[in-house]
C-alpha cells in the first residue's frame, strides 16, 4: 500500500537522537514516511540529547524538535543549563520545551531535586511561550499540583504516555492539557488505559510511540519506531468506535493546534466525514442563537474546521463528494441551519437519490416560519430522516437556551408542528435534545412520543 492511501498520522513524541538510530535513522525516517507518519516531534531528555534532537530536526522537513531535561537528569538543571535550554528553544524547529517531569518510580534523582527542575522549566516555558511536554511516572498527584501552582495551563502542553486514572485526566483537561497515548494501549492487559480512551473526548488526545521504548504489541520486545504509532492509532479508532482516518485527522489536528506544526485540510471545511457518514456544511447562518453551540468556541468538530469563508454552490459540492455511493449515506448539517438553503438541497437531493444514496437532514425545525410556508411536502421523496432540534420541555427553556430570532412564543410551537408534520413527508423523523442543565430529558421524551416521533438526546460536549 502507498502512502497517499494511508491516513496521515503524527508521532509526537520520538526519541530518534540516540544511539538506537544512530546506524540506520534515514532508513527509519524513510519507514515512517512510507506508512503515512507526516510528523515527527523528537524529544530531548538532557542538555546534550536537546541538542542532538535539534540536530535530527534540522535534517529533515517534517521532524521537529523539543527540548528539556527529563526528571532522571534533573541534577543537571543550574542556571546556565536553563540559559542553554532558553537558546535551544529560540530554534525555528524547536516547538515545546520536554520532556520535563517527575519520575517517581525510577527516583534516579532526588526527589526534591525533580520537583525543582520541573518548576524551573515551566517557569522557563512561559517566558518562552512555548507548551510542555510532561513526563509521570507515579507522581501523579504531585504532577498535577505543580502544574496548577505554576499556572501551566498558560501555554499548556501535553501529559505524554498518560498512565493517571479517569479523575486525573479529566484535571488534566480542565488544566487545557492533551493526553498522549503509546503503544502500551495495545497491551492485553491494559484495560484500564483504553477505559480511560473511550471516556475523554479525542478531540484532546494524541499519539506517539515513545521510541525507541514501549513498542506496541505486534512488535513487542523489540526496538520501536515512529512507523509504528500506527498500531496505536489503529487501537485508539477501535476503542472509539471510528475510523483510522478519524483518529489520523483529529489527532493531526490536535498536533497542529498544540506545537504548531503540520497541515489541516481546508477542503474538509464544506464536506467532512466521520465514520462512513459524509457531513456537508452548507451554511453557517443560522434560525438560532443556541448558548450551547460549539460554533461560538472554535468551529472545531472532530479534527474539522468548518467556518465557512462562502457558501458552497451545488457544483462545487457535487466535486467535493465525488462518488457520492462510497458513503453510507449523506447528511446536512454544520455549524448552522441548513433548510435556509432549501432550493439546494432539493437540487442535490435529487441528484443523490438518483443514485439511491440515503439522505438525512440536522435541522433547528424552524424553516416553515422562514420561508412562509410549509417546505415538507417538497423534500417527499428526497430525504430519508430528518433530526430536529427540540431541546427542551417548555418554550420557555426553550428561548433561554437557543434564543431564536422568531421569540418564545413563535419558535417552539413552530418546531414541534414542524415534527409533527414531518412524520408525513419523511420515513424517519427523530427529536433530539441535549443534555444541558435545566432541560427535562424524560419529559422531552414525552413531548417526542406523543408527536410520534422517535427520541435521542445528545451529549452536550461531543458533537458529530
Ligand atoms: S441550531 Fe445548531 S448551529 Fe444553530 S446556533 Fe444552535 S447549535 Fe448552533
Ligand atoms: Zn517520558
Ligand atoms: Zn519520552
New binding site residues.
Partial sequence: MSSDQLPMLVDSHAHLDGKQFAEDLDATVKRATENGISHILTIGCDLQSSADSIKVAEQYDNIYAAVGVHPHDATEINSQALEKLRTMLSHPKVVALGEIGLDFYRDRSPRDVQRNAFRKQIRLAHEVNKPIVVHDRDAHTEVIDILREENASKTGGVLHCFSGDLNMAKQCLDLGFYLSFTGTITYPKNNAIREIIKQIPIDRMLIETDCPYLTPQKFRGKRNEPAYVRFTAEKMAEIKGLTIDDVARVTSRNCYDLFGFGTVDQDSKIAYQIRDSLYLNITNR?????I????FKDFVVKGHELQLDHEPSVDELKRVIGDPTKYDEIVFC????PLLRLDLIIELSQWLKQQGIKVRINS?GQANLVHQQNVLPKLTGLVDAISI?LNAHDAHTYHHL?RSTYGETQSYQAVKDFLKQATAHIPEVIATAVTYPGVDIEACKQIASELGVKFRSREYNEVG
Fill in positions: 443560522c434560525t438560532n442563537s443556541c450551547f453551540c460549539a460554533k454544520g455549524y448552522g441551519e433547528d432540534s437557543c
